[in-house]
């Protein structure tokens, strides 16, 4: 059975950006289509002169490219997923270069992390360049770090890939997994508090995830955003911070303790 | 924008178990004037040394208390240069950069009562602190394999650098080079706040004009208050001169 996708956002400006009279660096862009979620996510570098605008630009793009890929439907099988988030990934930062082109910019004007998730039924595929992360939750309510933030270790904090000229080319990964029932994608304001670290090496998924999915449940839409711009947050980070939680109707109602 | 201004009087969700420990550490080294100056210098009815150690004791709680949260990764190293000498008065107040050595995190920074006397060897308290913070550095990353971000060091001063015989010296000459490779190459960031008696020229060649902040008055409440943002992870130069225009 192929399940319909509830997806909660939210997104809050860092204390940083806020005292500059700046607003949040980070966009993102959610569509589903029969069944099939798309989700990007983007943090505008803060060394950047226009990050937002290439984190907005990113995401829109995102869509726009692999929406066409989708067209014809979801692959159905490993390889063709494979094969969309391959070339997926590869015409994203083309098109992100001409555009940056076009806008008459310095590309690194516009220097943007992006995390670009697609899912239908049990599939995942993910393209990445930077530090977001995706975490997938199962019908028994088990978290895998799905797309891990990159290893920490001889890395000063804050400095990642970045686009439009990502060194590795961006992280591309595929996963079936049978029994997803929910999936989070985050920027890296909140990685240092919903990731748990073994020295500089991130390692699982922190325990609040369980209460974080559970929010897609309430009927308040602004809870996620309450939660990101509230003091508890705000006590452990000062960055720009943006969760997509979506929820998959074929095994939300299985997950245990949520109701 | 306050979260008020936003959600009026909704109440954010309940608390969330959140990870608080850190896979980070920065190194902020506070550097303070403890001279004889100090003793001798008067400001609301009492040496500057008896309001500096007032005004500590009213900012290491605030401290400890962001600690707890944005400041979780940060460890502080104290040193003082005048009374004693060149001395560490955080942590085991030995020069160790070993764990449980000079290094405290900031949750748990606390100071005894500051004395004043002597000369100014503000020269050797700097390169002290810079010797410190390198080697901290190489030391989380080599044993307990944790990210580091680049070292702050932030200087409280009435005077002019000396020997540890109270001459003047013109050693500061050589440590404005080092600092001043340290920060081409982006490695420190030196915030310098002056109160009447410091010599000028002297700090902005330490510091760099926009790490120099010259107070007009002994406010040494204000100087606090001022080292505490120049703590924070995303504030730079800029932001504390906004807070330091804005009469913060």
């Not at chain 1, 310095?106 to 049990?122: E, I, M, Q, S, W």
């Not at chain 2, 050595?101 to 810079?130: C, H, I, S």
């Not at chain 2, 080599?142 to 200087?155: A, D, M, N, S, T």
């Amino acid at each position: 059975m192929i399940g319909r996708w509830t997806v909660l956002a939210g997104s809050a400006t860092g204390g940083a950006h806020a005292r500059a009279a700046a607003g949040s660096q980070d966009a993102h862009a959610v569509r589903e289509t029969n069944g099939t979620l798309l989700v990007a996510v983007a943090d505008g570098a803060s060394s950047a002169a226009c990050g937002a605008v290439g984190a907005t630009l990113v995401v829109g793009l995102a869509v726009q490219v692999f929406a066409e890929l989708l067209r014809a439907g979801p692959p159905r099988h490993a390889h063709g997923w494979t094969t969309l988030i391959t070339t997926g990934g590869d015409r994203l930062i083309r098109r992100f270069d001409q555009a940056a082109a076009a806008l008459s910019r310095a590309k690194a004007d516009l220097a943007t992390t992006v995390t670009v998730v697609l899912a239908h039924g049990a599939w995942v595929a993910v393209f990445a360049v930077g530090d977001g992360f995706v975490v997938a939750r199962d019908r028994g309510g088990e978290l895998d770090l799905l797309l891990a933030p990159p290893d920490a270790t001889g890395r000063e904090p804050g400095r990642t890939e970045l686009l439009p000229s990502p060194r590795d080319g961006g992280r591309r990964l595929v996963a079936n997994l049978p029994g997803l029932s929910g999936l989070a994608i985050g920027t890296d304001g909140l990685e240092s508090m919903l990731i748990e670290y073994d020295r500089s090496r991130p390692v699982r998924a922190g325990a609040a995830f369980g209460r974080l999915f559970a929010l897609t449940g309430d009927d308040d839409p602004a809870a996620l955003d309450r939660l990101l711009a509230g003091r508890q947050v705000a006590g452990l980070t000062d960055d720009d911070r943006t969760l997509i939680l979506a929820v998959s109707s074929a095994g939300e109602s299985a997950v245990p303790g949520e109701s | 924008m306050q979260f008020e201004e936003i959600f009026g009087d909704d109440e954010e969700p309940d608390e969330f178990d959140f990870v608080i420990d850190t896979h980070r550490r920065r190194f902020v080294g506070l550097l303070i004037d403890t001279s004889r100056s100090m003793a001798l210098a008067q400001t609301g009815g009492m040496a500057a040394i008896d309001a500096l150690n007032l005004h500590l004791a009213e900012w290491l709680p605030k401290v400890r208390a962001e600690g707890r949260g944005q400041l979780r990764d940060v460890e502080f190293v104290v040193i003082t240069f005048g009374a004693g000498g060149v001395a560490v008065a955080s942590g085991n107040r030995k020069p160790s950069a070993r764990d449980d050595g000079a290094f405290v995190p900031a949750a748990r920074l606390t100071l005894g009562p500051l004395e004043a006397g002597g000369a100014t060897p503000m020269v050797e308290a700097v390169d002290l602190a810079l010797d410190l913070v390198e080697q901290r550095r190489r030391h989380v990353q080599e044993v307990h394999g944790q990210q580091c971000g680049g070292p702050r060091l932030i200087l409280i001063t009435d005077g002019e650098p000396t020997d540890f015989e109270g001459n003047p010296t013109d050693e500061w000459r050589r440590l404005a080079v080092r600092l001043q490779q340290s920060r081409e190459t982006g490695r420190l960031m030196l915030f310098a706040f002056g109160v009447p008696g410091v010599k000028d020229d002297v700090m902005r060649e330490l510091a760099g004009e926009e790490g120099y902040f010259r107070l007009q008055d002994l406010d040494l409440k204000r100087v606090l208050d001022l080292a505490l943002v120049a703590t924070a992870e995303h504030v730079g130069y800029r932001r504390v001169a906004d807070k330091f225009e804005d009469g913060f």
